[in-house]
């Protein structure tokens, strides 16, 4: 080496060393987003993951989590081996056992289930991505206890758009990222469809559109908007509908869109008392009629040239008086209560900033209309030589959803998007296929005691659409038919479940007593359950008189050490997603966009080195053990004998569908639809694990009404038939279950249910105080308390991942600084927050960019000690916590003692953000706090092993 100090030394640094001597190509599973990964291995062994750059979702981008999808592979917290419980049910006491035993145990319980009554199985899971095969499995069982974990996410959101427009945000929909000119993003965290919202907002910000978010808290993409609204939680529908007063005050409504697309011309009986008072009036062939302003008729509202009346009140051929359903809307929200003035205070907004954003959404959905040079022709025939764009596109998620009137504030935003004429436009919000669909989709629930027959599956599917009150699922008492209690009277629209009820009314046996609980990947004692403290409990409660669980029996599988893994009975380990099959089907949650329908599978980039097996493999197994026709032929022999893969490619749905709609017909040159392909995984893994079809250009708006569109949505099997798709201002079947609370026909509400009813089935959007504020003294609870997910996290399986936890090992309470320091509170200082249900002490962090009324915390940081394989001192079980111990899954009880979930009325979502607290000032800090409440430590379940030092990645494993 010289000695010279003024000599250059140049070095070589190798930026692209070689990293593998293989690479697969799969789909992430590190959140819901399902990117396109290719990992690179070399021996054997996962060495390095990246985006694909040719995947139609992330073309290329990868987050933190999808990079860090190494150490969740080779996390110490993977369970290695079924197992037995050997010891009291929370103790963690199991003992390892073979497959043949836990498979043999599984079939023993549920098909002594199966030959008696069915409903005793309670088949739950949680944030998987096979939902088309669980719900189809409990239906083959018999049992019409199956759901997922939506009705704990954001159901109010996918119900409010399907009884809408026929579709909804997210995986149904995205915002027209190209042309718009105005974005609205309400309530959405960092976690979901992250990637492709990041490329979208840096687009529209390139561009120079304006970027408004919604959200009581400035964080992640709130923080790059270009105003940010931070609005009081729950209040999002009174701000939405002040909006839809200066905007029909100011004549700013699309009229026309309104008559082409929507029933806003339709007309709705007058007649106050009688049984089809409020529904819409109809001919003798069914039709719902409008008033012609050319003929100066009552005619079908369906025919396509007439110019309907959207102002009048007509009178009906048989004498009675009638309106259009936009003169009801009309007259609801120019009403001076939802004018910007009435409404500030309530929301926390100035009336002056409501009143410029309604100018603003006017001004670039009428003033800057967006034309494409595109020709097309709509469903009834019409040509028409260019599309015409709203170029206002909104975006929502679980933050308004999570709420007790979480679906009326949906709707009322699919209203205002209506009235803008801004869906599926140029410029606006664009549904995804293989939506739309008819709103609602025609699929009812299956589940009624005369639907169930032990040894027999069922009908038709557990979950659906109910119409109005024939179609619930309870008995002629008005009892619900199903554990959770979706689809009664308690929730009568509760399209995703209610998993968030299961565990609690399984337990008091309310409506009926079970015998075995099966989850999968639901970690419902701890981060995914209200009331954590008393759902353990639960768990654990015995009867009294016999001694014997009141829950019976609980199966579980998971592939990790969860905290729910030490309440089971049965442990069935599932594989990472780096070593199995898996679909992701436009039977359940598609990866498409709005310009291309496309779905995607998994394939094992390596194989499992522990006793562990894909939980589809086990579901299908257990099926042929239990001999359900669906999975067996009639001499008993498995239908699909290569296990799940084999079941992918071709088991068929209806004819022609199946899970998968890439290179289907037996030579594979088939799209959508068309016969099993048995080569059909290996065409998908020869192009990257993804197929897509590219939609024309004329077919890419006007979903709704675009007759070449419809006619290829047929053809693939989205839709059944190419009729146009009728948007839903005025939504009819919440006016069926009104009437029925007002006495009429033959299936009406308990009575402790009729008030309820009569209240929240509005068929406009209505906004009401949530139901907890509004039972709670706000005097001692006055400030709002709710979590959001960070953007390295996807729920509880981030909190184990090595890499990750370097980003958020522990979570604080974050508070706004001037509220803080009102209260006395500094930074780092410790806090009670006391809600009407329980108290927690934790850290806080002062910020500005919150509402001044909302503290907040990063969601499922929080550990159990001993859960995950974490070391005894992770600060995750020390200084993180959760606002679930606070947060009951019931009301407070009425007058009569009944207690409802703590959930909208209308489709039963759990209504996690209605928390109120009272926050204040606990003991000094001192190095040995810890987080409260503490829980005795979990004994840590067979796992991987758990290396000596710190863990970090060596080449080979995380360790």
């Not at 990637?195 to 687009?203: A, E, Q, R, T, V």
């Amino acid at each position: 080496m010289s000695i010279n100090p003024f000599e250059t030394v140049v070095e070589t640094v190798d930026t692209s060393p070689p990293v593998s001597d293989e690479t697969k190509f799969t789909t992430c599973y590190m959140c819901a987003c399902r990117c396109g990964i290719k990992v690179h291995l070399r021996d054997g062994t996962i060495r390095y993951i990246e985006g694909n750059k040719n995947h139609p979702v992330n073309k290329g981008v990868l987050c933190a989590k999808g990079s860090a999808g190494i150490m969740q592979h080779y996390s110490p917290a993977r369970l290695t081996k079924p197992m037995k419980r050997v010891g009291e049910r929370g103790s963690g006491e199991f003992k390892e056992i073979e497959w043949d035993e836990a498979l043999a145990t599984a079939a023993e319980w549920l098909g002594d289930i199966r030959k008696s009554d069915p409903r005793k199985l309670a088949f739950f899971t949680g944030r998987d991505q096979s939902q088309s095969l669980t719900g189809w499995w409990a239906s083959q069982f018999g049992t019409p206890n199956h759901a997922a974990h939506g009705g704990f996410c954001s159901v109010n959101m996918a119900a409010a758009g399907l009884y809408s427009i026929g579709g909804s945000f997210w995986e149904f929909g995205e915002p027209d990222w190209e042309h718009t000119k105005f974005f609205m993003m309400f309530g959405v965290a960092e976690d979901h469809d992250s990637n492709p919202i990041k490329m979208g907002l840096g687009h529209i910000k390139t561009r120079g559109a304006k970027f408004v978010s919604v959200n009581p808290v400035k964080t992640g993409y709130s923080a790059i908007a270009d105003e940010w609204v931070g609005i009081r939680p729950g209040t999002d529908g009174l701000f939405i509908l002040a909006l839809v007063h200066e905007l029909l005050r100011a004549g700013k409504v699309d009229l026309q869109y309104l008559v082409r697309y929507t029933n806003a011309p339709w007309l709705v009986i007058q007649d106050s008392g009688a049984a089809d008072h409020g529904l819409f009036a109809r001919d003798d062939e069914g039709r719902p009629l409008a008033f012609d302003k050319s003929s100066g008729k009552v005619v079908s509202a369906l025919e396509a040239d007439i110019t309907p009346d959207l102002s009048g009140e007509h009178v009906l051929p048989d004498g009675r008086k009638a309106v259009p359903s936009f003169k009801l809307l009309a007259e609801r929200y120019l009403d001076p209560s939802y004018a910007p003035d009435a409404v500030a205070a309530q929301t926390g907004l100035d009336a002056a900033t409501i009143k410029r954003l309604a100018a603003e959404i006017a001004h670039a959905a009428f003033e800057q209309e967006i034309t494409l040079d595109v020709p097309w022709t709509d469903w009834a025939g019409r040509r028409h030589e260019k599309m015409i764009g709203r170029p206002v596109a909104m975006h929502a998620m679980r933050g308004i959803s999570a709420h007790s009137n979480g679906f009326h504030t949906c709707r009322a935003l699919h209203v205002l998007q209506m009235l803008l004429g801004s869906i599926d436009c140029p410029g606006g919000f664009r549904y995804k296929p293989p939506f739309p669909r008819p709103a609602p989709p025609p699929l009812k629930p299956v589940g009624r005691a005369e639907q169930i027959k032990p040894g027999t599956p069922m009908a038709g599917p557990p979950l659906g659409f109910p119409m109005g009150p024939d179609d619930l699922l309870v008995d002629d008492a008005g009892n619900p038919a199903r554990i959770d209690k979706a689809f009664s009277w308690d929730a009568p629209m509760a399209v995703h479940g209610m998993m968030h009820m299961v565990i609690h009314n399984a337990w008091a046996q309310d409506p009926y007593p079970i015998d075995t609980l099966f989850m999968y990947m639901a970690n419902m004692s701890w981060n995914s359950t209200m009331n954590s403290k008393g759902t353990m409990e639960k768990l654990t409660d015995k009867d009294p008189e016999t001694g014997e669980y009141r829950i019976p029996k609980i199966i579980y599988s998971d592939a990790y050490a969860s905290e729910m893994v030490a309440y089971a009975d049965l442990i069935l380990p599932d594989t990472t997603y780096l070593e199995r099959w898996d679909c992701i089907s436009l039977l359940d949650r598609p990866i498409c966009d709005a310009d291309g329908a496309a779905d995607s599978i998994r394939q094992p980039v390596v194989a499992p080195d522990r006793d562990v097996r894909p939980f589809q493999e086990v579901l299908i197994d257990l099926g042929v053990r239990l001999g359900l026709p669906g999975l067996t032929h009639e001499d008993g022999s498995a239908k699909y004998p290569g296990g799940y893969p084999d079941y992918i490619a071709n088991h068929e749905r209806a004819p022609g569908i199946g899970p998968l709609a890439g290179w289907r017909g037996a030579d594979g040159t088939e799209g959508g639809k068309g016969a099993p392909n048995p080569d059909q995984l290996k065409r998908y893994v020869e192009n990257e694990c993804f197929w897509r079809h590219e939609f024309k250009p004329e077919e890419r708006y006007y979903k709704h009404a675009n007759k070449t569109y419809l006619e290829t949505a047929t053809k693939l099997g989205f839709i059944g038939a190419p009729n146009q798709i009728i948007m839903q201002l005025y939504v009819e079947p919440l006016q069926q279950f009104r009437l029925a609370a007002e006495g009429h026909g033959a299936n009406q509400p308990p009575e402790k249910d009729r008030e309820r009813i009569k209240r929240y089935f509005d068929p406009l959007p209505i906004w009401y105080q949530p139901f907890e504020e509004s039972q709670v003294d706000t005097g001692s609870f006055p400030m709002h308390a709710i979590t959001q997910r960070p953007a390295a996290m996807y729920h509880s399986w981030g909190g184990q991942n090595a890499w990750l936890r370097q980003l958020h090992g522990k979570n604080p309470l974050f508070m706004n600084r001037k509220q803080g320091e009102k209260l006395g509170i500094a930074d780092g200082d410790w806090v009670y927050v006391t809600s009407h249900h329980g108290q927690i002490k934790v850290p806080v962090k002062l910020m500005e960019g919150v509402n001044p009324d909302t503290a907040w915390t990063w969601n499922a940081i929080g550990k159990r000690r001993g859960a995950w394989n974490l070391g005894k001192d992770a600060p995750e079980a020390t200084k993180g916590f959760l606002l679930n111990h606070v947060i009951s899954e019931l009301l407070p009880a009425r007058k009569d003692g009944y207690r409802y979930a703590n959930a909208d009325p209308v489709t039963g979502q759990a209504a996690w953000y209605d928390l109120r607290v009272r926050i204040e000032k606990a003991a000094d800090d001192r190095p040995e706090a810890v987080s409260e409440p503490q829980f005795p430590v979990l004994k840590t379940a067979p796992t991987a092993e758990r290396p000596k030092g710190p863990l970090q990645y060596k080449g080979r494993r995380g360790q």
